[in-house]
């Protein structure tokens, strides 16, 4: 190890990850594949993201403005980079790991209120970037890392992340050996020139420049590969030695970009430049995920329905992103190749057309997947599509898996079509319903009449018991005790449990005191494959370790396929 130098903290290393040109070239997935390179370098990591907004969490942003709703194990409802950093870095994350402005605004005033800052001004400078670093040592602290990982959100130049820049700046003139800057980039190869151009990177490095900062690294993501006359031109003009432009053009799978930055010495450059000694890395267990990834034979198709797929004229899946890659996980360790297909169940804003619009040869088409997957959603809108699928898919033994909505409506189908309880439905859509077999929690229920929205739900990791001789607990390898991630206001009402059980359902996961159904499931003598949990077990899936019951949903439905081949 080299001796502390004048300026280093000896307690750790950091690399702040930001952004130039513009947004969705994936800072995210850069900041996850040097966390992977690191780790499997022997260096204990962890890795923070600073979201520019004024939410003081991700819990009420729109799922098609913002993506996904990530939930940490404690519950924290973060941006869907914190579910990357979790997948390529295989840890469990705390929520001090995530901040956003709204939340670090909202901890200087409380601490103004409570007198800490003892009568002096408080300023936004430095006051708040010296909240930013505050947090960031104390999830140093937590994982008690050697490298802390920070991806600053939003782009360089713009208003609203400034002040972190300023926090990152602050770090450095502190500590100038022990901080490094990536920069990661675009670099765009516009049609009508056919050729590729770094001003817009050259303009990013400046515009960094004059926030008090010098890229130490940048990534120069492009469809392709960068020559080497564009990178000394970079090198040049952003000025760093060319070595430490990195090229990373697009890849077939985000699971890639590690390796591909390692095949640059990524690594190594980062130890020099934090003053650290280079190491081998171990990215053999990586390898071998990749390789499988792309040589899986069987196809396995799986269609997704959901709702929240468009945006605009686009079709957006970052919105599933971790049902996704869980699905991708769990095909690539069988050695399956995933089809995936999205259905979008919302036709209409109207009840009546909905149910027309799923009916008929519309419904008869869904006979060529393999399986379907309903993910969680909240509201009226799609859920008669939703609920119109999950009928077909149990009545024509289609692999089914639902996912905390998704579950909720497997429910209210069963009661509706096969319990005989006319018109169930769920009290998130009719408060008043005859049979609300899906009703409001008694806690989330005193909350919402306060009007008290955010951050209202269940959230977080909780327990759940298994019962043996059924589909999940064979899932699990027999183990008595799980926990899993939930995010939900709404459970199966107890009420109407005796009644569904009667009819032939199964709850197969319950919480430890019994009150609450966290697994649904249909017997195996009944259907191949129709589960449904109120959790999300798409957080806990990793690269390396896919998730047991998404493993056996598609075993299921490749079994399908199989037999649908021999036919
Ligand atoms: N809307 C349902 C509830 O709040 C399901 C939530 C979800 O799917 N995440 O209980």
């Known amino acids: 190890m080299p001796k502390p130098q004048k300026g280093t903290t000896t307690k750790g290393k950091y690399i702040f990850v930001v952004g130039g040109v513009m947004s969705g070239i994936g800072k995210g997935v850069a900041t996850s594949a040097i966390g992977c390179i690191l780790k499997s370098k022997g260096f204990r990591v962890t890795a923070l993201k600073i979201d520019p907004y004024i939410n003081v969490d991700a819990g009420t942003m729109n799922p098609t403005e913002h993506g996904e709703v990530f939930v940490l194990d404690d519950g924290y409802e973060t941006d869907q980079d914190m579910g990357n950093y979790e997948r390529f870095l295989g840890e469990t994350l705390p929520e001090i790991n995530y901040m956003t402005t709204g939340r670090i605004y909202r901890s200087i005033i409380e601490r103004e209120r409570n007198l800490e800052y003892k009568g002096k001004n408080v300023e936004v400078v430095p006051d708040v970037p010296l909240e930013v670093l505050r947090r960031i040592e104390k999830a140093r602290e937590a994982a008690q890392a050697d490298i802390t990982l920070i991806e600053i959100g939003g782009t360089i130049g713009e208003y609203q992340n400034i002040i972190f820049l ?31 151009k770094t001003k817009p990177t050259q303009y990013a490095s400046r515009e960094l420049n004059s926030a008090g900062l010098q890229a130490d690294i940048i990534l120069a993501r492009a469809t392709m590969p960068l020559d080497k006359k564009r990178k000394e031109k970079i090198a040049t003009f952003c000025n760093i030695p060319s070595e430490r432009v990195i090229s990373a053009p697009d890849v077939e799978s985000i699971y890639d970009v590690p390796l591909n ?24 267990q ?17 269609a997704i329905a959901g709702k929240y797929f468009k945006s605009g004229e686009f079709v ?12 991708k996980h769990a095909a690539y360790h069988l050695n399956l190749k995933l089809v995936l297909h999205f259905i979008n169940t919302k036709d209409s804003a109207q009840h009546d057309a909905e149910v027309e619009a799923w009916s008929g040869e519309r419904l008869k088409e869904l006979s060529r997947y393999d399986g379907i997957l309903v993910p969680g959603g909240f509201g009226e809108s799609g859920i008669e599509g939703k609920i119109a699928v999950i009928k077909y898919a149990r009545e024509n033994k289609i692999p089914y898996f639902g996912l905390c909505y998704g579950m909720q409506l497997m429910v209210i189908e069963y009661a509706r079509n096969v319990a005989g309880l006319v018109g169930a439905t769920t009290a998130e859509i009719d408060a008043g319903a005859k049979h609300a077999v899906i009703d409001l929690m008694p806690e989330q229920k005193e909350k919402m009449t306060k009007g008290d929205y955010g951050g209202t739900m269940r959230l977080g990791g909780y327990p759940c018991k298994l019962r043996s001789n059924t589909i999940a607990g064979e899932a699990y390898g027999g183990v008595g005790e799980v926990r899993e991630r ?11 449990v005796m009644k569904l059980t009667e009819a032939g359902l199964k709850f197969s996961g319950v919480s430890p005191d019994h009150n609450l159904m966290e697994i ?23 690269p390396l370790s896919p998730h047991p019951l998404f493993s056996a949903f598609l075993k299921a439905a490749c079994l399908r396929r199989q037999a649908s081949e021999k036919k």
């Open 316 to 327: 957006l899946s970052d919105v599933y992103i971790s049902v996704i890659e869980a699905l």
């Open 520 to 542: 649904a499931e249909l017997p195996k003598e009944v259907h191949p494959f129709m589960l449904g949990t109120q959790f999300h077990p798409e957080f806990l899936s990793r």
């Open 286 to 302: 990586w390898q071998a995920f990749v390789d499988k990834s792309k040589n899986g034979e069987q196809e396995v198709s799986i």
């Open 486 to 496: 939930h995010r939900h206001r709404y459970e199966v009402n107890p009420e109407y």
């Open 166 to 196: 300023e926090a990152a700046r602050m770090l450095k003139q502190m500590h100038p050996m022990d901080v490094a800057v990536v920069m990661l980039s675009y670099v765009p190869i516009p049609n009508n020139i056919g050729e590729m």
């Open 261 to 284: 930055y390692e095949k640059d010495g990524l690594g190594d450059i980062l130890a020099d430049v934090l003053g650290l000694e280079r190491r081998a890395s171990d990215l053999s």
